[in-house]
Nanobody, 122 residues
Framework: HVQLVESGGGSVQAGGSLRLSCRASGSTNCMAWFRRFPGKEHEGVAAMYTGAGSPYYDDSVKGRFTISRDNAQNMVYLQMDSLKPEDTGEYFC???????????????????WGQGTQVTVS
């Protein structure tokens, strides 16, 4: 069982930046970020496989958010720039041992979840 712990959420004005971090207690080949808006389902934001392939990004964050990993430390990060009020939500780290083609924004592929961290953009 892999435990995930997020940090780095908070409040920021529109146009600002935040960096989310997630530490995993074990290694997995796919790590991702999801978010949830009030009353809605989880939405895939970004995902990154251990290998050399291109990360997945939801269209709504392309060019603004960057996912990165430190495999040696079992960490995944989400750098969020040019934040908009519509980015406000609860952000979750997710991880799983997946075939690379499933390392994307589909909630059901992932096995491990963090507790979430709130991001508020005003």
């Amino acid at each position: 069982h892999v435990q995930l712990v997020e940090s780095g959420g908070g409040s920021v004005q529109a146009g600002g930046s935040l960096r989310l971090s997630c530490r995993a207690s074990g290694s997995t080949n796919c790590m991702a970020w999801f978010r949830r808006f009030p009353g809605k389902e989880h939405e895939g934001v970004a995902a990154m496989y251990t290998g050399a392939g291109s990360p997945y990004y939801d269209d709504s964050v392309k060019g603004r958010f960057t996912i990165s990993r430190d495999n040696a430390q079992n960490m995944v990060y989400l750098q969020m720039d040019s934040l908009k009020p519509e980015d406000t939500g609860e952000y979750f780290c997710a991880a799983g041992v997946l075939n690379e083609r499933f390392c994307n924004g589909v909630w059901g592929w992932y096995t491990y979840w963090g507790q979430g961290t709130q991001v508020t953009v005003s």
